[in-house]
């Protein structure tokens, strides 16, 4: 039986969590446990990358072991200490700390020891041909590759040639060192993969220190055996990599570290691709990697998701042995869980219409009790001031309503929250028509929204008074994607053909005066409209807002329209 933790109580363990608990049970590697996450610095990470920490550092802790947060900067071209920083950041932001902070580049050396040691057993060998001659010679997932005319060479001539290639005699693209295994093996990534590659590139860490890299399959394994790394968990991609790891290892007479894979993250409306998210930040189709329409982790902390419901949807999916795609929708309703229970209740209006009571005394405002938030007796009251001229939704009033509309039109009732009954009387025009004003009368009997009467009314609205509102820019979010797969577009498309023209609105909002009190890191609820927070552009005088997600999912009746 599979030892149990006091996270997997009441549950049936996931697959990973049977192989940990049964490797600790039979004391493998000591009982130890030490996973690793090991992004490469050439983008800020997504939230597929957050269910990947989440599951590494998360299993980790679950068996008392630690987690190492090393950086695949084998590649100089594309990486840069932004995206180092950047990494950093969310996984703290997530709640996560590493144990060491190592680099693939901090094995830069022993890496070259292990080439050196291959070639001196004739298990790798420098090759002379092109990018494109090599491609070739690899055959296909049907035929069988052909050797190279240099994989014969003797151990001496190849580390001949790999100490020239080091010391720059070469120019790019003008040698590779490739692994000597099998040009018919029917894994395509074990016909003779590179191993190293001429690069004039600075590297980020190591300067100009070196001028060839190794490839991605020849740093990874080694530098978790490195590390002494238990359990090498990444996703289903990485899955025809294992044999090449384990070859490697073996051949090497290393650590022996084992790689472990789980289903990759996919969303509906959503694409993670780093080069398509870098695309949409160069074209300038977002206004860069932390635009809140995203899917980067900065992004969602910039648009207010919380870090506790993004670990509570990583939970929620679950860790799977078959990639499938997670609705949207249901990281939306971790959020909205979230941020109901924190979220401090405050009244705005985004899309404004004035009213007048007439019947209410001009000059006078009173302070109506608010409660902050309902799920949390300990979060207090406020003072709301109540006045003659108000504003409302222009959503909640109809000159002629439609059958079931109960809120504001001429002759009808309403609540308004925390507030009184009114009564619209009649409305103003402007000369196109619109109505432009509500004349309306009030109950002074219904303050606090009851009639002593015992008088029923079938809706309750929100409002802000017009004296007292402080205005801000509101920006309103939604699906970057109209379409529930972006790559699906028909014949001579493009992907960028299903972009959501309406991901972005920018609109003028009244807001209750308290919110202008609130810290920068608030947490909002403007009741009834959703949930929200102040962007990294807002200022005391000049307020911004975004929302982070409505109160409900509508997208899903206006997607089916």
């Not at 690793?36 to 920490?53: Q, T, V, W």
């Not at 720059?168 to 040698?175: D, N, R, T, V």
């Not at 009033?397 to 009732?413: D, H, N, Q, W």
């Not at 009997?445 to 205005?471: C, F, L, Y």
């Amino acid at each position: 039986m599979a030892m149990e933790t006091k996270e997997t109580q009441g549950r049936t363990p996931n697959f990973l969590e049977e192989i940990i608990a049964a490797d600790v049970a039979n004391g493998t590697h000591g009982g130890r446990v030490l996973t690793r996450f090991p992004p490469e610095p050439n983008g800020y990470l997504h939230i597929g990358h957050a269910k990947s920490i989440c599951i590494n550092f998360g299993l980790a802790k679950q068996f008392g072991g630690e987690t190492n947060l090393r950086f695949d900067d084998t590649n100089p071209t594309k990486e840069d200490v932004e995206y180092v920083d950047s990494i950093k950041e969310d996984i703290r932001w997530l709640g996560f700390q590493w144990a060491r902070e190592r680099y693939a580049s901090d094995y830069f050396g022993q890496l070259y020891k292990w080439c050196e040691q291959l070639m001196e057993a004739g298990l790798a060998y420098v090759d002379d041909q092109t990018q494109e001659e090599i491609r070739v010679g690899r055959g296909t997932v049907t035929q069988p590759g052909v050797n190279s005319p240099w994989r014969d060479r003797t151990p001496v001539e190849n580390l001949d040639l790999l100490h020239r290639m080091r010391a720059g005699e070469f120019p790019e693209g003008a040698k590779v060192v490739r692994a000597k295994i099998d040009m018919a093996h029917p894994n395509m990534l074990m016909r003779d993969p590179i191993l190293y590659r001429i690069l004039y590139a600075h590297h980020h860490r190591t300067g100009d220190s070196w001028c060839i890299y190794p490839m991605y399959d020849f740093a990874h394994g080694q530098c978790d055996s490195i590390e002494n790394i238990t359990h090498s968990i990444c996703t289903l991609e990485f899955d025809v990599h294992r044999p090449l790891y384990d070859w490697f290892i073996e051949k090497l007479g290393i650590f022996p570290s084992h790689q472990y894979e789980f289903a990759r993250l996919n969303l509906t409306y959503t694409v993670m691709s780093k080069r398509r998210l870098l695309e949409l930040v160069q074209t300038g189709v977002v206004a860069g990697w932390d635009d809140p329409r995203m899917p980067t982790i900065c992004a969602l902390r910039r648009r207010g998701y919380t870090p506790e419901a993004v670990k509570a949807f990583a939970e929620a999916v679950g860790v799977a042995k078959r990639d499938n795609v997670i609705d949207l929708s249901l990281l939306e309703f971790y959020v909205r869980e979230d941020l109901n229970k924190r979220a401090l209740r405050r009244m705005g209006v985004l899309n404004p219409l004035k009213v007048v009571i007439d019947t209410y005394p001009q000059g006078q405002v009173e302070w109506l009790e608010a409660v902050n938030n309902p799920e949390d007796e300990g979060a207090g009251t406020r003072k709301i001031p109540f006045s003659r001229e108000l504003y409302i939704e222009r959503d909640d009033f109809m000159e002629v309503p439609a059958k079931k509309f109960y809120r504001l039109s001429p002759g009808t009732e309403v609540r308004l929250r925390y507030g009184y009954f009114i009564r619209c009387e009649r409305v103003e025009k402007d000369a196109n028509g619109e109505v432009v004003l509500l004349h309306c009368s009030h109950d002074p009997a219904s303050r606090g929204g009851n009639s002593p009467d015992g008088r029923k009314v079938k809706s309750t609205i929100h409002w802000v008074s017009a004296q007292h509102a402080v205005e801000a820019e509101v920006r309103l979010f939604d699906r970057l994607f109209k379409t529930i797969d972006p790559s699906d577009y028909p014949e001579g498309g493009s992907w960028k053909d299903n972009l959501n023209p309406n991901s972005l609105t920018v609109v003028r909002g009244y807001l209750e005066p308290s919110v202008a009190e609130l810290p920068q890191d608030a947490k909002i609820q403007f009741e009834r409209l959703g949930y929200f927070c102040f962007d990294y552009d807002s200022q005391p005088h000049s307020m911004v807002l975004n929302r982070t997600v409505p109160l409900k999912d509508t997208w899903a009746k206006v997607a089916g329209e």
